[in-house]
């Protein structure tokens, strides 16, 4: 099973060159402070939202990270298992993808809801002067798309299918069994 070191290590060398600036991808830790699960241990913490845990990352991002396009998220559940997720911010829609045929749709919508939830937080640091966060926010769309990846047929080949799926989506733009 590959582990976040190779996952990142795999981002940061061959992906991240490939956004030209115009897209970001977090490290796969990311989700885990975000949600306070407890990355460093077993990853099995109930998720509990965390904005303070990731309320700097955005400033790593040059312009910030209302300048780019895409933002993907490796997912690291619970150690044990990957899973994919691109916030598109120029259509307003946040995208997951499990490449496991049983995964639990409760676990993705909490995913996507967090990582609402966090754009919400990171557009009112941002823009303090505008109330239409609430507004805002309403324009987005979620969207399991788990039944349009790959599946894997197994329990340990997700690392190898989150790569997958990130790289076209990184690489080719769209994820597509077509």
């Known amino acids: ?15 991240r060159p490939k956004l030209e600036g115009q897209s970001h991808i977090f490290s796969s830790h990311f989700m885990s402070q975000l ?3 407890g990355s460093s241990s077993s990853g099995t913490e109930p998720p509990n939202y965390t904005y303070e845990n990731v309320k700097t990352w955005s400033s790593r991002i040059e312009g910030g990270l209302f300048t780019r396009q895409k933002i993907f998220v490796p997912i690291n559940h619970q150690n044990a298992h990957w899973l994919t997720m691109c916030m598109n911010m120029n259509r307003k829609k946040i995208s997951l993808w499990d490449s496991q045929d049983d995964a639990d749709p409760d676990t993705n919508v909490i995913y ?10 990171e557009y009112e640091r941002a ?4 109330d239409d966060c609430k507004e805002w926010l309403e324009g987005w769309e979620m969207e399991d798309l788990s039944h349009e990846c790959p ?14 799926n990130l790289c076209c989506l990184v690489i080719e733009g769209n994820l597509s069994l077509d």
Do not use: W
């Not at 099973?1 to 992906?15: A, K, Q, T, W």
């Not at 996507?112 to 937080?121: E, K, P, Q, V």
């Open 1 to 15: 099973s590959l582990d976040d070191v190779i996952i990142n290590g795999f981002n940061e060398l061959f992906l």
């Open 35 to 37: 949600l306070n699960t």
């Open 112 to 121: 996507m809801n967090s990582a609402l939830r966090y754009l919400g937080d």
């Open 127 to 130: 823009y303090p002067q505008l």
């Open 151 to 164: 599946a894997q047929k197994n329990n340990f080949d997700c690392g190898l299918f989150h790569l997958l």
